[in-house]
């Protein structure tokens, strides 16, 4: 009678209990990449927390500590891609790496090589610019006091050199993206007289038009 009967006295059900929730496929896929961006965003807020948090001297070093290491990356990339002689490379004493000549001039005036030339050698910046007696403004500036190797400003603490300017002979404001299309044409409206006068002309154009070809 037990054998037949499926839930009698001897026999009772047991209900299924699951170890784990069930959850579908692309809710683990979407979970998982979720918890992927909260680390990446955990890690990178982190961080800048520890950076600003530090006094300024060891933010400084953990921040030329990055450009050093993002250089270095570049830096071997360049040496994997172009396996040439150390004729072709110039050694940069301040960075010690190696750079190939083609991009010499981009390093010096790299942030990475600025940061760590001033403020570990105190050596001054490459400057970019060359000035001589010849430019109006430089002797402008150097009557008012202004000298070529200090800052702008009355304590000497702002940049360098002037901002760069050029000729502007249009009227638009900054930051307008110009395009090529030919500006609109505004229709000029003709008064009662100049239209009665342009429609006696055409009709004399059309009649000479169609005596001409009825010769």
């Known amino acids: 009678m037990s054998d037949k ?15 784990n929730p069930l959850k579908s496929v692309a809710g683990e896929h979407s979970t998982s990449e979720e918890e992927d961006k909260e680390k990446i965003v955990r890690s990178v807020t982190n961080f800048y927390q520890s950076v600003i948090s530090l006094p300024p001297t060891k933010k400084k070093k953990k921040i030329l500590r990055v450009f050093l290491i993002a250089w270095q990356r570049k830096n071997n990339e360049y040496e994997e891609k ?4 150390d004729d072709n490379k110039i050694w940069c004493v301040d960075c010690e790496v190696w750079v190939e000549k083609h991009l010499y001039q981009d390093h010096i005036h790299g942030i990475a090589h600025l940061v760590i030339s001033k403020s570990f050698n105190d050596q001054s910046i490459p400057d970019p610019l060359t000035l001589n007696e010849t430019n109006v403004g430089f002797r402008m500036l150097r009557d008012q006091g202004w000298r070529y190797e200090k800052g702008l400003g009355i304590n000497e603490q702002g940049i360098r050199h ?7 002979n249009d009227r638009f404001g900054i930051g307008v993206k110009k ?11 003709l008064n009662a007289k100049q239209t009665a006068a342009q429609y006696e002309k055409d009709r004399r154009d059309k009649a000479r038009m169609l005596a ?4």
Do not use: E, G
Request: proline share 15%.
């Open 82 to 85: 172009f396996n040439s002689s």
């Open 179 to 189: 395009t090529n299309q030919p500006p609109k044409t505004k229709l000029k409206r």
């Open 5 to 19: 009967i499926p839930y009698s006295l001897l026999r009772i059900p047991i209900s299924f209990v699951p170890s």
């Open 162 to 168: 002037p901002i760069s300017t050029r000729l502007k």
């Open 212 to 215: 001409y070809m009825n010769r």
